[in-house]
């Protein structure tokens, strides 16, 4: 058995009648198409609570480029408008893991640990960003261990900006090397999401990263089904547009929506 995480925890507030599920957004200002999606539905969905599971940006060097960056300024002001109208709660994902506690709460976005245990009417739903279950990406992993470490993040963080900024891109052009490189993408281990879905007491979790908007089914170490949503990427610079949120009821059924009709 895989070793069970410490699971943070968020208790829907009884008012609550549709959540939305979005992630691996990667907004970035050469995207502008995205940008304006994402801009549209956040000003408009009408849930009551929209929930972030990862990687809204393509790259976060630390709070402090904001306030040099348009585009950032931009998106933490779609996020400060929506906080007005409805709750918005951030994941951190495996390109925007450095997002800080000064940002959110400058936006009036609410901070959650990955993974974390949606409570809601009678269901519990395991959320995470996912990058921690795709064991098959061996490199990846060693890399997501250091770069967890508050050590490293501040030592990363107390390097000048632009520094950053360099070291930044030059780890996307070699991730995108490498994805080019390979045949196929890791996916969740079965093992150790049955693993983490029995400790955390729930037969339902949902998670992005890994790009493959599905639902499959789970099994855990006792045998018991449960299920596994996968959220999708948005990508909207070529037809066909890739952008889907996951809306779900108290009552546990699901739906998947593009941003307009959400």
């Known amino acids: 058995m895989h070793a069970a995480p410490v699971f943070g925890e968020l208790q829907a507030p009884a008012h609550w009648q549709v959540v939305d599920l979005i992630s691996d957004l990667h907004l970035q200002a050469s995207d502008p198409a995205t940008f304006a999606s994402w801009q549209a539905y956040m000003a408009r969905t009408r849930a009551d609570a929209v929930l972030i599971?990862?990687?809204?940006?393509?790259?976060?060097?630390?709070?402090?480029?904001?306030?040099?960056?348009?585009?950032?300024?931009?998106?933490?002001?779609?996020?400060?408008?929506?906080?007005?109208?409805?709750?918005?709660?951030?994941?951190?994902?495996?390109?925007?893991?450095?997002?800080?506690?000064?940002?959110?709460?400058?936006?009036?976005?609410?901070?959650?640990?990955?993974?974390?245990?949606?409570?809601?009417?009678?269901?519990?739903?395991?959320l995470t960003h996912g990058d921690a279950l795709c064991l098959e990406d061996e490199a990846y992993q060693r890399f997501r261990l250091q770069a967890?470490?508050?050590?490293?993040?501040?030592?990363f963080l107390a390097r000048p900006l632009t520094e950053r900024l360099a070291l930044a891109q030059s780890?996307?052009?070699?991730?995108?090397?490498?994805?080019?490189?390979?045949?196929?993408f890791a996916d969740a281990d079965p093992a150790m999401t049955g693993d983490?879905?029995?400790?955390?007491?729930?037969?339902?979790?949902?998670?992005?990263?890994?790009?493959?908007?599905?639902?499959?089914?789970?099994?855990?170490?006792?045998?018991?089904?449960?299920?596994?949503?996968?959220?999708?990427?948005?990508?909207?610079?070529?037809?066909?547009?890739?952008?889907?949120?996951?809306?779900?009821?108290p009552d546990g059924s699901a739906q998947r929506l593009s941003p307009l009709a959400a």
Request: net charge neutral; charged share 20%.
């Open 171 to 184: 780890m996307r052009e070699q991730s995108k090397a490498h994805n080019q490189s390979v045949m196929t």
């Open 53 to 126: 599971l990862g990687d809204l940006f393509e790259v976060w060097v630390g709070d402090d480029a904001v306030a040099g960056d348009l585009f950032l300024q931009q998106c933490a002001q779609v996020l400060r408008q929506a906080a007005a109208q409805r709750a918005v709660f951030f994941l951190p994902g495996n390109r925007d893991f450095l997002v800080g506690s000064a940002f959110l709460s400058d936006c009036g976005v609410q901070a959650l640990a990955d993974p974390t245990v949606l409570r809601w009417a009678n269901q519990r739903v395991l």
């Open 196 to 249: 983490w879905l029995q400790a955390a007491g729930c037969a339902r979790m949902v998670h992005g990263h890994t790009h493959r908007p599905a639902d499959h089914e789970a099994t855990l170490p006792n045998g018991s089904a449960a299920q596994r949503q996968v959220l999708s990427d948005w990508c909207c610079t070529q037809a066909p547009h890739r952008a889907e949120v996951l809306r779900l009821s």
């Open 148 to 155: 967890r470490d508050p050590a490293w993040q501040a030592t």
